[in-house]
């Protein structure tokens, strides 16, 4: 599967932006998708990810209660609600997919190198 990401820009802080994660085939029903990001100078870090269903999710701590990770299979997209934005969120924001046959536990696929299929990334830069 190829995967589109875009949605990104400038923000002020406290400000709101939804990413998209857009599949190239309607399989992505078939794919935990996920959201990582890059800020500069760091390592790629999960951010959020979704079943294959929609039905579970996983946020990491600091974007609890302000981000939300969502998914249209009708669609053939995921999307990432990111409201409340911070200085701090400043990266280049990655989706990444990974094909799953059986239902898998989230908090057991949250490195990078779990996921096989990326977006090109999309940059979001919170101004203070």
């Known amino acids: 599967v190829q995967l589109q990401a875009s949605g990104g820009g400038l923000v002020q802080s406290g400000g709101s932006l939804r990413l998209s994660c857009a599949g190239s085939?309607?399989?992505?029903?078939?794919?935990?998708v996920a959201w990582f990001r890059q800020a500069p100078g760091k390592e790629r870090a999960f951010v959020a990810s979704?079943?294959?269903?929609?039905?579970?999710?996983l946020h990491i701590d600091s974007v609890k209660g302000r981000f939300t990770i969502s998914r249209d299979n009708s669609k053939n997209t995921a999307y990432l609600q990111m409201n409340s934005l911070r200085p701090e969120d400043t990266a280049v924001y990655y989706c990444?997919?990974?094909?799953?046959?059986?239902?898998?536990?989230?908090?057991?696929?949250?490195?990078?190198?779990?996921?096989?299929?990326w977006g090109q990334g999309t940059l979001v830069t919170v101004s203070s």
């Open positions: 990444a997919a990974k094909r799953a046959i059986m239902t898998v536990n989230l908090e057991t696929i949250m490195d990078p190198a779990d996921f096989g299929y």
């Open positions: 085939r309607r399989t992505l029903r078939e794919y935990v």
């Open positions: 979704i079943s294959r269903g929609g039905g579970t999710t």
